[in-house]
Structure formats: C-alpha cells, structure tokens
C-alpha cells in the first residue's frame, strides 16, 4: 500500500503560539473546559462526527478522551490534566483551565516562554511552600475517627458532577456506600494488604437499590439456585486458571507439535483437561473458575460431581478473584496443580439485582474486597455515577496518606493569590 501524499518529516518550532489558528484552538479548549467548571458548570454532550454513542459529562477525564484533538499543544495539555487526574483523583476541570489560562496570559502579557516558565515555577514553589506551612489557612485535616468528615469529604466530589442527576437523598445514599466500601478495603493490621473496591453498574433500578457487598460478584445467567444445592455448604476451596481450556490446538500457541499419525490431537487435549478434572474433584474443589473458554465436556463433568463452574470470568476480575481468594493463577494445563495453588472462600451467595443473576464470592478471613453495586435510571447517569464513585473512593484513599483536604468554593484560589500579591 503507498501513501496518498508524500510524509513529511516532523515539525518542531519553539513558538507555537505566534499561529493565530492555534491560539484560538487554545481559547476553544479553555471555554469548553470552563463552562463545566463550578456551581454553574453546564454538561457537554459529546458526539462522533461520523457516528456513535452521545457522552454526556462534566466530568474531565471523559470530556478529555472523548474529545479528538488533532493540534499537539492541546494534546499534551489534555494528557497533562488526564495524568493528574489519574494521580489525585480531583481538579482536572480546574487544571486544565488554569493550564490554558496561564498560556493565554503569558502571551497577552508578551512574556517570552523562558521567562514565563521561570515566573511560574517560582510561583509554584511559593504556593507549595505556603500549603505546606503549618499556618496554612486553607486547608483542613481530615479526622479519620470521626465519620462525618470522610462523609463531607466524599460528599463533595459526589455532588460535584450534576451529569451524575442525584436527588438530594439519593447523593446522601451513594455518599455513604461510597465511605462505607472505602472502610471495608482498608486492611487490618495483620495484613497490611489494601483491599479493593468493584463496581457493577445496573442500569433501569432506582438509586436507593445500590449497595456494598463483601466479596466478589459475577454475573452468572445459567447458574440457578438449584445449583448450590448440590454442593456442601460454607468454606471451599477454588482454582484459578488463566489460560484457555477450550480443548483447541490453536490455544497452544505457537510452540511446536510433534504429533504421530493416526493420533488425535484434539482428543489428546480433552483427555488431559479431564485428567485435570479428576486431580481438582479428588482434591476437594468447589470453584472451579477460568478466564476464557472451559470446553463443555469438562464442564459437564466437573457440574455432576458438584462443582460450580465460571468460565469467561475476563482479565480484569483475575486479580481481584486470586487476591481475595489467595489462589494462584495457573497457567498450563500439562502440570499437576499445586496444593498452595488452591484458595479458599467462605461461601457462595446467588442473588437476583435488577434483571441480572449474579454470583457472589464471599470471602473468608480478611480480605479487604467488597464490590458496590451501583443503579441509576439510564446508562448515561450510570457511567457518570460510576466514574464519580470509583474517584470519591480514590481521594479518601490518598487521604490516608496525607490528612488534608482544601477547602473549596474558590476560597483556596483567593488565600493563594492574596498570598501571592502581598508576599
């Protein structure tokens, strides 16, 4: 395949804002940032030229990836504020506003850009210097023994995305459930582990049926509660396999196989996952769970002598499952599975959300990890709901580490600039 047009070679020019088409790309991003930000920051709905979903978001990590810019100053100052975000959890709007207004002043101002990035780094240092201090007047530590300042606190970021649609009584609700999952993944002092928090969305319930549950939830369609029955009640014991156990010579991968004539290579594989099912009946297995495909003569066998099987469980929840279960992640299917290789849970719950059948890991001892369950009227306020608590959740976390919080409503930007003016 040729291309279209010649490549050109890259470009890198030190002033790339004497090009008046950039700086009003820069003015366009600052206005769309600013009429989110504050009490009266309005939503954006977010639209494909050629097609797709609408997003609609106050929310800047969303409007930052939604948004395609094609001018490369703006790129780096989107994934700036999408980095900071990721770290602090908080202020990205505010960020990425006071980015572009700072690039906008300095060149109203005339200022050239050595001397400009030497004033705000000296800037930056007096205002870290006074947030620092003792004396510092706009911040207020947070007191973990009381639960009213983690409830103000995740408070804040909860009510601050209005695309999120919440009642007053209903912000309260997810407030609390937000506060209570952080709680539950905060580790002992035994385990030093920090814990994990879930979300499954379910869109079409109303708010107040959200909640925390200990453990893990899967959603599990064919799994009805006469399954249970079958197996002895309370503690069990789970394995874990990361590999695909659909019986196919392609999942092999690219290793080389010496096969003999008149051998199938097919009923080779089968015979050896049912030898693995022996090994994990024999071993008393209850769990019996894999991150892709399980072949169905396997799951056939492993389901008439009790077991409960999850196939497709998905990379994202493997971690969490091996972490709360103390299992390790096998990855071959030709080696014997290990007794440390096997982790316990406390039980198996089935429960009905919504019109979702989900299956709950109830983990035993104290493994820190709870998954919320998160309902809201439509999707488009449930993605927005999702992404607010996942990073109300994240600030109490980095709470932990540093007890503070700034206080807001504009009154940390005005003590800095006041700060600023008369020192």
Known sequence: MSRVCKRKPSACTSQPLSNDDICNKVAVMR???TSCYGPRGRLKQIHNAVGGQVQTTSTSGVLLRAMTLSEPLLRLISAAVLDHTA???????????????????????GLGSAVASRVYKYLLDECNRYLRADDCRCKVQVNFSSIRSLLALA??????????????D???????????????????????????????????????????????????PVL????LKNRNPGRCKIVLFGTSLSGDCSDIGEAALEIPVGINPETVILEQLLKLGERVVQDGVGVFACQKVIHPVLQQYLKEHGLVVIERLGHALMEPVAQMTGALIMASVCTPVPAKAYGQIEGLHLHRIGSKEVLQLVPSGEAAVNTMVLCHRNETML???KVT????????????????????????????SAYIKYT
């Open 31 to 33: 206005r769309a940032l």
């Open 87 to 109: 770290r602090l959890s908080d202020c990205g709007l505010f960020t990425g506003v006071f980015c572009l207004g700072l690039i906008e002043n300095g060149k109203r101002l």
């Open 155 to 168: 408070h804040t970021v909860v009510t601050s995305k209005p695309a999120c649609m919440l009642r007053p």
């Open 170 to 220: 209903e912000s309260q609700h997810i407030t609390s459930l937000t506060v209570q999952a952080f709680l539950q993944s905060v580790p002992s002092a035994s385990s030093g582990v920090f814990g994990r928090t879930l979300v499954l969305a379910l869109d079409g319930q109303p708010v107040s049926d959200s909640v925390v549950l200990p453990g893990l939830l899967i959603e599990m």
């Open 224 to 227: 009805k509660s006469v399954d």
């Open 383 to 385: 993605d927005e709901l």
């Open 389 to 416: 608590c996942q990073r109300a959740e994240h600030v109490l976390r980095l709470t932990l580490k540093e007890p503070y919080a700034l206080i807001g409503g504009g009154c940390t930007e005005t003590l800095l």
